[in-house]
């Protein structure tokens, strides 16, 4: 066992890797050969002058940057599938995947606490994109639009979706989002948000949006080219 200059302690085990805890026995990781480990068989460790932890293992020698800014996340933690989206949204970290959106949580324990990624329940498909309007969190996903609270999610608009950009139009805020059925438009009235219509001569999948400066919009397609809306001074759904 071995102390580091903040106070906290890591072990080297004989078939479970390395193990850290804090000063008052709180667990606080483990590494292991199922996150990057090269060896679960640890001989000896070493830390050298920058608080680096060296382990020596019975397939070589692993150094752990315990004091470096950087973090690295995998399915040891709880994500499946590919990252398609990250958020922090009130202190909170979502990652959203080709399998769903995952929330990064500290779980307590009798003497240990424990970090992972869990699922947010009824979020199971391709979560595109992850936004925040008037301080709540959407999730744009193929299976819906969602707001997502603490470990839940609710669904607030059918559809399959890529992509979500609010817009002023006509001196009103509004939520453009784009999908499988093109371009729908949507407001925000007392916390509920509302489908209002869609562009209709848009009948290409949207796959992302971009609002420009001098007020038009440009949608990118999957494989149809890309396209400039002109609304003008009023939301004009035939526009195009």
């Not at 949204?89 to 970090?115: D, I, K």
């Not at 299976?143 to 609270?149: A, K, N, R, S, T």
């Not at 949507?186 to 420009?212: F, Q, S, W, Y």
Request: aromatic share 10%.
């Amino acid at each position: 066992m071995k102390s580091l200059s903040d106070g906290t302690f890591v072990v080297g085990t004989n078939s479970g890797g390395l193990v850290s805890f804090d000063e008052d026995g709180k667990y606080r990781f483990v590494l292991s050969s199922s996150n990057g480990l090269k060896n679960n068989t640890i001989n000896d460790i070493c830390i050298d002058n920058q608080n680096k932890v060296w382990a020596v293992t019975e397939n070589g020698i692993c150094l752990l940057e315990t004091n470096s800014e950087l973090s690295y996340f995998n399915a040891y933690n709880g994500i499946r599938g590919t990252v398609l989206s990250v958020r922090r949204h009130e202190g909170r970290l979502y990652v959203g995947t080709t399998s769903g959106l995952f929330q990064y949580s500290r779980w307590e324990m009798p003497g240990a606490a424990m970090y992972s990624f869990i699922g947010i329940r009824g979020i199971m498909n391709n979560c595109w994109q992850l936004c925040t309007y008037e301080d709540k969190l959407y999730a744009v996903t193929l299976d819906g639009l969602f707001l997502v609270g603490d470990r839940r999610a609710e669904k607030v608009l059918d559809g399959a979706f890529n992509s979500m950009k609010p817009m002023t139009i006509g001196g009103e805020e509004l939520l453009l989002i784009g999908g499988h059925s093109g371009l729908t438009v949507a407001r925000v009235t007392n916390g509920k948000l509302k489908e209002i219509g869609r562009l209709k001569n848009m009948r290409h999948r949207v796959r992302t949006i971009a609002p420009d400066n001098d007020g038009s919009l440009w949608l990118g397609t999957d494989s149809d080219g890309l396209f400039r809306v002109e609304f003008g001074d009023s939301l004009d759904f035939d526009a195009m």
